[in-house]
C-alpha cells in the first residue's frame, strides 16, 4: 500500500521561507510524476506543482517565482522550497503522484500570518 509522508510546515511571518519533504516509496519515483497539493478551507485541492522523473518541472502561476520543487530518487525523497510566503500560500500541502490519485498523506499545515 502506498504512503505518502510530508513534513515540514508551520507559522512563519510573510516573506520567510520554509522547506516541505514528502518520503515515499522506491516505485513511485521510478514510475510517476510527483507533484505538491494544497487545500485551502472552503476550496478544492489545487495543484501547485509538479516534477518529472528526470527533474523537469512546472508551476501555477500563484507560485511561479517563489517556490521550487525538487526530487532526489536515490532517497525516494520530494521536496517543496517555499520562499517569499505570503498569507494566501496558508494551506495543507499534500504530496501524490501527479494525476495519479493514491491514498493521500496527513499533509503538512502551512500557515502564513503576522
Request: aromatic fraction near 12%; glycine fraction near 8%.
Amino acid at each position: 500500500q502506498v504512503q505518502f509522508v510530508e513534513s515540514g510546515g508551520g507559522l512563519v511571518q510573510p516573506g520567510r521561507s520554509l522547506r516541505l519533504t514528502c518520503a515515499t516509496s522506491a516505485s513511485i519515483f521510478d514510475r510517476y510524476y510527483m507533484a505538491w497539493y494544497r487545500q485551502s478551507p472552503g476550496k478544492q485541492r489545487e495543484l501547485v506543482a509538479h516534477i518529472s522523473i528526470s527533474g523537469a518541472t512546472d508551476y501555477a502561476d500563484s507560485v511561479e517565482g517563489r517556490f521550487t520543487i525538487s526530487r532526489d530518487n536515490d532517497k525516494n525523497t520530494m521536496y517543496l522550497q517555499m520562499n517569499n510566503l505570503e498569507p494566501e500560500d496558508t494551506a495543507v500541502y499534500y504530496c501524490n503522484g501527479l494525476d495519479v490519485k493514491f491514498p493521500w498523506g496527513q499533509g503538512t499545515q502551512v500557515t502564513v500570518s503576522s
